[in-house]
């Protein structure tokens, strides 16, 4: 699309959405490229409002050409029954599981997904399943995905069915969580320190995590006080 748009004006801002419209279709559906079906399917969800064309598109784009982030959107969608498709954790959790395989940009928050509802029983017959839940949470957790790590610091806390307590590992994820900015999981980790719960005390580390975990609570109310201002 050639030449400047002057977004003052309305009509010209019509015409340059309505081409990107165009644009994205083209690219989708003759061109057969998944970046482009995923662009149609914002451009329908963010400019046009029509969440159940968007849908369509982003069903399309899972089945057809199993990208990542359409995969992860069209699961969510599924979370909540938007756009028309059936509110459905199953589905939900097959298209997170084929986006989390993907490799792509949305597959460590759709592994993640998949451990939740694996973790909590929504799926799978509705029985819990720590054991495969942690090996998703694993997965995205060693791609450096903090809310992963802390979940496993809770499972090895706690210990589940096939899964036994150890403090070491909970620890362990704990402290890496903590080195991503997760603020309860520097705390859980100070106070392991600080009570010797299951590892040797150790004062001086604790109150370096706590202050870490305070130091993020702050950083965190700043931001939160930002975007409320804006």
Not at 187 to 207: F, I, P, Q, T
Request: glycine share 8%; charged share 30%.
């Amino acid at each position: 699309m050639a030449g400047v748009v002057d977004f003052k004006d309305e009509e010209e801002v019509k015409e340059f959405l309505d081409n990107l419209g165009v644009e994205y279709s083209y690219a989708c559906y003759k061109e057969k490229d998944s970046d482009g079906c995923h662009r149609l399917a914002e451009y329908l969800e963010t400019i046009k409002k029509d969440f159940v064309a968007t849908a369509k598109v982003l069903k399309k784009n899972c089945e057809e050409f199993g990208l990542s982030e359409s995969c992860y959107k069209l699961g969510s969608y599924h979370i909540t029954g938007k756009g028309g498709v059936p509110l459905d954790l199953q589905a939900a959790y097959n298209c997170y599981l084929k986006s989390c395989n993907s490799g792509g940009k949305k597959s460590l928050d759709s592994c993640h997904n998949v451990g939740l509802l694996l973790h909590d029983g929504h799926v799978n017959d509705k029985k819990p399943d720590p054991v495969a839940a942690r090996n998703y949470y694993q997965k995205a957790c060693e791609g450096k995905f903090s809310a992963s790590c802390f979940n496993l610091s809770t499972m090895y806390l706690q210990g589940a069915p096939g899964l036994p307590k150890d403090m070491n590992k909970a620890l362990h994820y704990s402290e890496k969580a903590c080195d991503m900015g997760h603020i309860w999981a520097c705390a859980n980790a100070s106070r392991m320190y600080k009570l010797g719960d299951g590892v040797s005390k150790d004062n001086a580390k604790a109150e370096t995590l706590k202050n870490r975990a305070k130091e993020l609570h702050r950083k965190q109310k700043e931001v939160e006080q930002i975007s409320f201002g804006e």
